[in-house]
């Protein structure tokens, strides 16, 4: 069975030829997306900790930037 990151990817790549193909917009569907991964964190984390997570991501978005440190 494929690890998180690899089941993630496969399935955001489907996701996004099926909008290419219906000529939806990449962005309106990036955000759409992100507003139901954050409604599935929300049941099982606090708001504080999934806005730890979002300040993180948002804080690492140079992929030629090392981490600061790494969540496990």
Request: aromatic share 14%.
């Given at each position: 069975?494929?690890?998180?990151?690899?089941?993630?990817s496969e399935q955001i790549i489907g996701i996004f030829e099926e909008?290419?193909?219906?000529?939806?917009s990449t962005d309106v569907l990036g955000r759409a997306l992100i507003n139901e991964v954050i409604k599935v964190w929300m049941k099982r984390r606090s708001m504080e900790d999934v806005a730890?997570?979002?300040?993180?991501?948002?804080?690492?978005?140079?992929p030629n930037q090392d981490?600061?440190?790494?969540r496990p």
């Open positions: 069975m494929a690890g998180e990151y690899e089941l993630a909008a290419d193909a219906a000529n939806l730890a997570e979002l300040r993180f991501t948002a804080d690492n978005l140079d981490y600061e440190f790494m």
